[in-house]
Structures are given as structure tokens and as C-alpha cells.
């Protein structure tokens, strides 16, 4: 195996697990960034994607002035490519954390990046719920915060997993481009060590890798949001 591996893929074994550049590290590092930006990205996805379906003009807490500011905000932020993106927040992120340069430094325009595209999927995943339901709510007395996490939230919940899980898979897309801040990961690998250098055998097993890892997140969220489909029936 080993010798198979020094002959077809040199310069794969060449990188090594450990180090910089290692595997291990670059696999790492994806996940870190992954990780915490869905986190992050992830929960100003839900709440602006909650004030947006709150408080339009049908929604039950109608205000004109959080709709228009929320629903421009993310607009804006969807509207701006990533990659510009990533020098556009340059100077908040430095502000943020101390630094921006690395995979910390990543988080900041890769949240700022997702956190649109996300609080759109979560608009529309709440405004399928039967608006029915809501008024149900609220004839029987429930208060906003009721009617978010009893109604819309858990009656949306198999939906939110598979906008989800659509979102972490865009998000690892986008942390192929977080290398031009240093931030390392399997895309910085397989276009710094591989593609820069003409080295095919690394690009292709940084590419398998990336592939690997959205065919898992896309099973646990199928999963999850076949589960959750069955539970609310």
C-alpha cells in the first residue's frame, strides 16, 4: 500500500499528516471553520430570518421599519462576493479578533457570508407553516415568543434541517476561498500545493476529501430531517 501510494501520489505522502500543510491540518482546519461559522452564521440566520417573517405587513407583529432594515441587511450582505467580501470586512475582523490572517480570522467574513443566504432559506422555511395554526395560537392567547418556538420553529423543523444542511454544504464551498486570508483548509491545499504547483495527485485528493465530507453532512441531514418529517405527522 505504502509503496503503491509513493508511486501513483508522491507528492500526497510528501505533505504528510502533521505540519502546516499536513492532511490532518487541512482536514482540521475546514472543520474548524465549517464548525463555527454554521454556528455563528446559523443563528443570525434564524433571527433575522424571524424578525423577517414577524414583521411583514401579514405577519403578526407587523413593523415596516425592522422589516425594511433586516430584509436590506441581508440583501446587502447576499448581494457582495465572498471573495470581496473577505477584504471589504477586513478591518472589523482585525477588530474582532486581533488578526486577519488565519483560520479565527476566516470566521468573520465566512458568518457575515452565510448568514443571508441562510436567513433566507429560514424565511421561506417559516412562511410554510400553516398560517392556520399560527392564528390557533393566537386565539388561544400565545405570545410571540410562544408562537416562534411552539409554532413556527417546531412545525418547520424537518425544513430548517434541510435548509440547513444546504447551507453547511455551501459553506464548505466557501471555505476553499477563506485561503486567500491564510485561513488554510482542504481548498487552500488542493490550489496552493496542488494546482499552483502542478501537483494533480493533491488537488485530486483534496478534492475527494471536500466530496467525502458534503456526502456525510448530507446524509446526517437527510437523516435528521426524514426523522423529524415523521415525528410532526
Same mark, same amino acid.
Request: charged share 10%; no cysteine.
Given at each position: 500500500m505504502i509503496?503503491?501510494? &509513493?508511486?501513483?501520489?508522491?507528492?500526497?505522502?510528501?505533505?504528510?499528516?502533521?505540519?502546516d500543510a499536513g492532511w490532518g491540518t487541512s482536514i482540521f482546519q475546514t472543520l474548524f471553520m465549517t464548525f463555527w461559522s454554521a454556528i455563528f452564521g446559523g443563528i443570525l440566520g434564524i433571527i433575522f430570518g424571524i424578525i423577517l417573517v414577524l414583521t411583514k405587513d401579514d405577519g403578526i407583529r407587523p413593523n415596516k421599519f425592522?422589516?425594511?432594515?433586516? &430584509?436590506?441587511?441581508v440583501s446587502i450582505?447576499?448581494?457582495?462576493?465572498f471573495i470581496i467580501l473577505l477584504a471589504f470586512v477586513?478591518?472589523?475582523?482585525?477588530? @474582532? +479578533?486581533?488578526?486577519? @490572517?488565519?483560520?479565527?480570522?476566516?470566521?468573520?467574513?465566512?458568518?457575515?457570508?452565510?448568514?443571508p443566504f441562510y436567513a433566507r432559506q429560514v424565511q421561506v422555511a417559516l412562511e410554510s407553516v400553516d398560517p392556520g395554526k399560527v392564528e390557533a395560537a393566537e386565539s388561544l392567547g400565545a405570545t410571540t415568543r410562544d408562537i416562534i418556538f411552539d409554532v413556527y420553529l417546531r412545525e418547520s423543523r424537518s425544513e430548517l434541517i434541510r435548509v440547513s444542511t444546504v447551507? @453547511?454544504?455551501?459553506?464548505?464551498?466557501?471555505?476553499?476561498?477563506a485561503g486567500a486570508v491564510g485561513a488554510g483548509g482542504l481548498g487552500n491545499t488542493a490550489i496552493s500545493y496542488g494546482y499552483n504547483r502542478f501537483n494533480n &495527485?493533491?488537488?485530486? +485528493?483534496?478534492?475527494?476529501?471536500?466530496?467525502?465530507?458534503?456526502?456525510? +453532512?448530507?446524509?446526517?441531514? &437527510?437523516?435528521?430531517?426524514k426523522k423529524l418529517n415523521h415525528q410532526s405527522r
Open positions: 509503496s503503491f501510494l &509513493d508511486k501513483y501520489l508522491p507528492n500526497v505522502v510528501q505533505l504528510g499528516w502533521g505540519g425592522w422589516y425594511n432594515l433586516s &430584509d436590506k441587511l450582505f447576499r448581494a457582495i462576493p477586513a478591518p472589523v475582523t482585525q477588530k @474582532i +479578533v486581533g488578526t486577519q @490572517i488565519g483560520m479565527k480570522a476566516a470566521l468573520v467574513p465566512l458568518t457575515l457570508g452565510v448568514f447551507t @453547511i454544504i455551501s459553506l464548505i464551498g466557501l471555505t476553499a476561498m &495527485d493533491v488537488t485530486l +485528493v483534496a478534492t475527494i476529501l471536500v466530496i467525502i465530507l458534503i456526502f456525510i +453532512v448530507q446524509i446526517i441531514g &437527510d437523516f435528521f430531517a
